[in-house]
């Protein structure tokens, strides 16, 4: 294992070359560590149950094959193929295939704030929250075993070489770029960004930062100099779903993600969520989950 401290961030940054760490650990990076590598060969689904994340993760699986819960939706990866997961996702592993070995990227908030990822354009990001996978052709699973490789390296030299950080950096976002040109096919038209493709990548941004404290639609459209109904419409336009739908998402994201994950009783979670009072954050949950009500949710079910 190699590891060197990041001047720039004054973090660790790390290469492992073994499996030494289990998917869990290198999946909720410590407060220390910003960017970790490894190579993984052995899956285990003695984990907690489910496990939410704090990193931005790509899991090139080259051979073999897994089954996890994403999300709580069941994703079933066959190599060749890249698995990218972001920050508070819930995930579960549930079945592991013979000769399973991926390699994994993991990288913090600071890390793909610095990158200026493309991960995070709304289109992409939306789709795969949904599908993480996608599978790859020869070409595809050549390149990224390059840029993998190339990685490697880098994290594997000395920390007193010059330029290290900035190659790192550069190296990563030349990654993020070759992706969206693998993602482009799948996710987007070749159409360019029109001023209702912005209204709508603006409110994902505020989306994500508000979503547990505001879900009044007029605090979104204020915020973006437009009107409700205008807001609405575009998303509509943009993304099939109106911008109710898409806050009820937001929202009922977070509180799986506390039922399952945290220890806080039901009342604090409607609390934390903005919801007048705990029958309200019941029925509402009832409404989202075609009948099953947040107690029901939270007790997990036995294999």
Not at 44 to 67: E, K
Not at 111 to 134: G, K
Request: hydrophobic share 40%; proline share 4%; aromatic share 12%.
């Amino acid at each position: 294992m190699a590891k060197k401290i990041d001047n720039q961030l004054g973090h660790d940054i790390e290469c492992i070359e073994n499996s030494s760490k289990d998917l869990y650990n290198i999946l909720s990076l410590d407060g220390s560590t910003d960017l970790q590598m490894m190579d993984m060969n052995v899956l285990s689904a003695d984990y907690p149950p489910f496990f939410r994340i704090n990193c931005t993760a790509l899991i090139f699986v080259q051979t073999g094959g897994v089954v996890f819960d994403v999300q709580f939706h069941p994703v079933k990866v066959q190599a060749p193929a890249l698995v990218v997961v972001f920050p508070q996702c819930i995930m579960q592993v549930n079945d592991n295939f013979m000769d399973f070995n991926a390699r994994i990227i993991a990288f913090s908030k600071k890390y793909e704030d610095l990158l200026h990822s493309v991960l995070n354009y709304y289109q992409i990001r939306q789709n795969l929250i949904h599908h993480p996978c996608i599978s790859l052709d020869e070409t595809a699973f050549a390149t990224l075993t390059l840029y993998f490789d190339t990685l490697q390296k880098i994290l594997s030299t000395p920390s007193n070489q010059p330029n290290m950080y900035a190659i790192t950096i550069n190296l990563l976002r030349s990654l993020q770029f070759y992706l969206q040109t693998l993602y482009k096919d799948a996710f987007l038209s070749d159409a360019i960004i029109n001023r209702k493709e912005e209204i709508t990548n603006l409110f994902f941004d505020l989306l994500e930062k508000n979503v547990s404290k505001e879900i009044d639609i007029d605090f979104f459209a204020q915020k973006l100099c437009i009107s409700p109904k205008y807001l609405t419409n575009t998303l509509k336009e943009i993304t099939k779903k109106t911008a109710t739908q898409w806050i009820n998402s937001y929202i009922l994201q977070q509180a799986k993600t506390m039922l399952r994950t945290s220890s806080m009783n039901i009342q604090q979670i409607s609390n934390a969520l903005g919801f007048e009072n705990q029958s309200h954050f019941g029925s509402w949950f009832r409404r989202q989950t075609n009948g099953t009500n947040p107690t029901d949710f939270r007790i997990i079910p036995k294999k």
